[in-house]
T-cell receptor
Framework: TQLLEQSPQFLSIQEGENLTVYCNSS?????LQWYRQEPGEGPVLLVT?????EVKKLKRLTFQFGDARKDSSLHITAAQPGDTGLYLC????????????FGAGTRLAVHP | SQTIHQWPATLVQPVGSPLSLECTVE??????LYWYRQAAGRGLQLLFY??????ISSEVPQNLSASRPQDRQFILSSKKLLLSDSGFYLC??????????FGQGTRLTVV
């Protein structure tokens, strides 16, 4: 079974701080997605990275896919309370009917 | 635009009772459909996926079953619920590309 390990599991920071969340695997993925989930709701897609070494920016969020397509990171600059939530990474295998393998998530709390 | 509907939002069922959760997708045809379960505050575990009407693949052995009677309808069922079936159930669809889009989820509590 392929696993995606996310770190840290929990992160509690003050508004304005920067943070990085990591998603690592020993397996290669054809693509990797990041989601944010609010309590009691379904995950919402933030970004998909496909090419090794790819970097995508979404306002204050920067996503990077590792060169070998085994890992990814999410960096948030100047975090705000609205960034609070559960961040999930998910990997897709080629030819696998898009059956996503999810990491356990990073729970982020940003305090004003 | 595509939308996914999942209901009910919350459900409390006694042990041994049946279960039926429904999910429908609008605005697309022949989607891949998925049922996931999420433990409290954790990642998602794939339970079933379907690439077409009547085609169901199970990822983990369990007390649940799934059916796809129509192209955009996906149903999760159980004949007799167990306490261990409690959890947050999520339906999702994808168009065969990389992104998956999720419903709002159903919080199932078996008592």
């Amino acid at each position: 079974t392929q696993l995606l390990e996310q770190s840290p599991q929990f992160l509690s920071i003050q508004e304005g701080e920067n943070l990085t969340v990591y998603c690592n695997s020993s397996s290669v993925f054809s693509s990797l997605q990041w989601y944010r989930q609010e309590p009691g709701e379904g995950p919402v897609l933030l970004v998909t990275v496909v090419t090794g070494g790819e970097v995508k920016k979404l306002k204050r969020l920067t996503f990077q896919f590792g060169d070998a397509r085994k890992d990814s990171s999410l960096h948030i600059t100047a975090a705000q309370p609205g960034d609070t939530g559960l961040y999930l990474c998910a990997g897709a295998r080629s030819g696998g009917y898009n059956k996503l393998i999810f990491g356990a998530g990073t729970r982020l709390a940003v305090h004003p | 635009s595509q939308t996914i509907h999942q209901w009910p939002a919350t459900l409390v069922q006694p042990v041994g009772s049946p279960l039926s959760l429904e999910c429908t997708v609008e605005g697309t045809s022949n989607p891949n459909l998925y049922w996931y379960r999420q433990a409290a505050g954790r990642g998602l575990q794939l339970l079933f996926y379907s690439v077409g009407i009547g085609q169901i693949s199970s990822e983990v052995p369990q007390n649940l079953s799934a059916s796809r009677p129509q192209d955009r309808q996906f149903i999760l069922s159980s004949k007799k619920l167990l306490l261990s079936d409690s959890g947050f159930y999520l339906c999702a669809w994808s168009g065969g590309y990389t992104e998956a889009f999720f419903g709002q989820g159903t919080r199932l509590t078996v008592v």
